[in-house]
């Protein structure tokens, strides 16, 4: 008996069988799909049957820069570079949200940032493992939330905002981060005390589809 996953047959503790029909040729494309970088994986069955005889996997190693891009056509923009320095009052370099591209006004906010080699604290941090700083990271979330707070229904004449306490509560690391990656976050209001200034919110942010960082924060908002 064999469970069917997306990509291999997965191999049943109950029975310990392994998969009928698999070639040399095949188990060599196995191989080589584990040790690359990014693997594109295509599988093609040609004919559906319970033992998986049949599952044929073909390995698309290469493809151009014009196929790599199209995998990024469906993400729109919301908010560029431009809009954001006209919402924040950050500048570079501790700028550290470079796209916003799902927006909920008043509810939460999807941006971007790329970790590249060139930013100035992976200098010392750590000039033989550059690593990127778990406070830069709670610092994007930080200004992915102050995009939401500092804008309509919640606010629209405040300048600056700060952490309240400061109060950055429930933070775990999950993985760490290094040049090359890009960070896709998400921040979501829990709650906003208008009169007194003070939003609550909840952030995680994401690398590679795992999670590498979340926490709660809380606001504070001041004209």
Not at 22 to 31: H, M
Not at 45 to 53: A, G, H, K
Not at 80 to 101: A, Q, S
Request: contains cysteine.
């Amino acid at each position: 008996m064999y469970i069917v996953s997306n990509s291999f047959p997965i191999k049943t503790k109950r029975l310990g069988l392994e998969p009928r029909g698999k070639s040399i040729q095949q188990q060599r494309n196995l191989e080589k799909y584990r040790n690359m970088r990014t693997p594109f994986l295509r599988s093609q069955n040609l004919e559906q049957t319970p033992s998986c005889r049949h599952r044929d996997l073909t390995f698309k190693m290469q493809l151009s820069a014009e196929e790599l891009s199209k995998n990024h056509s469906g993400v729109t923009t919301v908010f560029g570079p431009t809009e954001i320095l006209k919402i924040l009052p950050h500048r570079f370099p501790f700028l550290l949200v470079d796209r916003v591209i799902e927006f909920e006004a008043g509810k939460r906010a999807v941006g971007l940032k790329n970790v590249t080699f060139n930013e100035p604290q992976f200098i010392g941090h750590f000039p033989e493992k550059p690593i990127f700083p778990g406070v830069y990271m709670l610092e994007a979330l930080a200004q992915l939330g102050g995009i939401v707070m500092l804008q309509p229904p919640i606010s629209d004449s405040y300048r600056d905002f700060y952490f309240a306490g400061p109060r950055v509560t429930q933070v775990r690391f999950r993985k760490p981060v290094v040049p090359g990656d890009t960070l896709v976050m998400q921040m979501e209001v829990l709650s906003v005390r208008q009169q007194l200034g003070i939003g609550k919110m909840s952030g995680k942010a994401y690398v590679d589809g795992k999670l590498a960082v979340e926490g709660e924060f809380t606001f504070s908002v001041q004209s």
